[in-house]
């Protein structure tokens, strides 16, 4: 019961299913690409992915500097397989979520050391990448 339990909580916050849904449609993303997509301080999305990391709702890799984040493979507990399983066949045409996938897409085109200078502020401008609307935050 502690697992289904973990697993509910971690996936009844709106946050943490918008991050759910980007690894769906995204595969392997490092916290840099997560936040940008959010708009969020990246202190508040790594403890969002702590969480999932968790319940074993996602995996994480160190490579250099970044942390990548993916769903998590065939050997993930059935607890997390199956309310994975139920988010997805539920929430895929919410406009929120809509608005995420079309933001990735961008953020995706760009590399990750420009996107991690723009939300350092050191490239001085960020208009390579489009703000993200208010409806998505």
Do not use: N
């Not at 980007?22 to 595969?27: N, Q, S």
């Not at 984040?69 to 997805?88: I, N, S, V």
């Not at 539920?90 to 933001?103: C, I, M």
């Amino acid at each position: 019961m502690r697992a289904v339990l973990g697993v509910a909580r971690a996936i009844a916050d709106p946050t943490r299913m918008r991050i759910l849904h980007m690894l769906a449609g995204g595969g392997e993303l490092c916290v840099c690409q997560i936040t940008h997509v959010l708009a969020l301080a990246p202190s508040t999305v790594s403890k969002h992915l702590s969480i999932l990391d968790a319940t074993r709702l996602v995996e994480a890799r160190k490579e250099g500097r970044w942390v990548y984040y993916r769903l998590p493979g065939p050997d993930a507990p059935r607890e997390a397989q199956q309310a994975l399983w139920w988010l997805f066949c539920f929430l895929g045409e919410d406009p929120v979520l809509l608005t995420d996938k079309r933001a990735l897409a961008e953020v995706l085109a760009i590399s990750k050391e420009t996107l991690c200078d723009i939300q350092a502020g050191r490239s001085g401008s960020s208009s390579s990448v489009r703000a993200i609307p208010a409806a998505a935050r």
